[in-house]
């Protein structure tokens, strides 16, 4: 298989020495104990973009076949400031990172996956176009999965106790996620799209089994992971119920518009502490009670995972390989004491 590359944007960062005592014993309580690095991704127009600490790198299958490879690097605010390191702020700078990237690395497959042009090396979406799509899609997803239950339910039972509201409003709005999923799902595109989405999890899955990444080793391992995103949209909504029961203990009735800028608003901290629990999970699979838990959301991601082809998972793998080669010639050029400061990602 050929493989092509645009012309990567590939620099080896290097790290100052921390010239205070003081700075590295603030950082110590927020290193990771686990020695193994995680990487996490997405499924794009076909491909996969795969997503470590410090880049994140794209493949696609173009329409000649070939495999092209965008790599870029990332930089983190979590890397720089501890404030944005502590338990339930990192969620919300990871999910918007991962937002970040994810519109970027879909606009570029986009391209690629459509080869307009002559002899072609994909080009990029403009960035105003990426932050109109993106701001669409965020205004659109707010509008379904936020708003539009919480009014719903407040214009058809205005009388109902704090309690019976938001148990109403988020058996409606985890009802409309399974709905939204299942009907997008039919579509034939989207279809193809879960494929890479199961072959992008079935590639971490073996990386972190410690399997050799071929298309024929990885196949075997399952398209569910406790850290993918779908998972976490789930726990999003469930931890959701309690934050606004909460809220509505101590703030009592809202009308319609405060209501509104209440679902708006606490999206961030709800955000934050899902991605905990997501994070906590990924490093203790083993636990039982964790395990039973985390089965809707495992379920669930039965709707956007499919199993991918042989050739799918050569596309995942290329962008996996890709990240972890970037990774791991960073790691070597930096000091220990640089690289004790691993963020997690999103799978």
């Not at 590359?5 to 603030?26: C, D, H, N």
């Not at 799509?133 to 997803?141: D, E, K, L, Q």
């Not at 509201?165 to 709005?173: D, I, P, Q, S």
């Not at 989405?197 to 569910?224: D, F, M, Q, R, W």
Request: proline share 5%; net charge positive; aromatic share 8%.
């Amino acid at each position: 298989m050929l493989f092509r590359s645009r012309k990567p944007v590939v620099r080896v960062a290097t790290v100052k020495p921390e010239g205070r005592r003081l700075r590295r014993l603030l950082s110590l309580p927020l290193v990771a104990k686990q020695s193994k690095m995680m990487y996490g991704g997405q499924a794009v127009i076909e491909g996969v973009m795969m997503r470590s600490p410090s880049y994140w790198s794209l493949a696609v299958r173009k329409p000649n076949g070939e495999v092209a490879e965008v790599w870029h690097p990332v930089d983190s605010l979590m890397k720089r400031h501890l404030i944005f390191r502590l338990p339930v702020i990192r969620g919300v700078m990871a999910l918007g990172e991962s937002l970040a990237i994810g519109f970027r690395a879909l606009a570029i497959s986009t391209e690629y996956a459509a080869e307009g042009e002559e002899e072609g090396e994909g080009v990029e979406l403009g960035r105003w176009a990426i932050v109109l799509m993106f701001v669409f899609s965020i205004a659109f997803a707010l509008a379904l999965f936020k708003v539009g239950p919480a009014a719903t339910t407040r214009l058809v039972f205005p009388h109902l106790s704090n309690g019976a509201f938001v148990l109403v409003e988020g058996a409606l709005r985890v009802t409309v996620l399974i709905a939204y999923m299942a009907l997008v799902g039919l579509l034939p595109d989207i279809r193809r799209l879960w494929s890479y989405h199961g072959a992008e999890h079935k590639v971490i899955n073996a990386y972190e089994a410690k399997e050799e990444l071929t298309p024929e080793k990885v196949e075997p391992y399952s398209v569910i992971h406790p850290r993918c995103g779908t998972a976490f949209l789930l726990w999003v909504m469930v931890i959701a119920i309690l934050v606004y029961w909460t809220l509505g203990l101590i703030v009592g009735h809202l009308t319609l518009p405060w209501l509104i800028v209440s679902r708006i608003v606490m999206l961030f901290p709800i955000a934050g502490i899902a991605y905990e629990l997501i994070r906590f999970a990924g490093k203790h699979r083993s636990n039982r009670i964790l395990k039973t838990l985390l089965a809707p959301g495992l379920w669930l991601q039965r709707l956007t995972t499919r199993e991918p082809d042989r050739d799918q998972l050569e596309v995942s793998i290329a962008a996996f390989k890709r990240v972890y080669e970037l990774e791991t010639a960073r790691a070597s050029e930096l000091s220990i004491g640089a690289t004790a400061r691993p963020i997690d990602v999103i799978a």
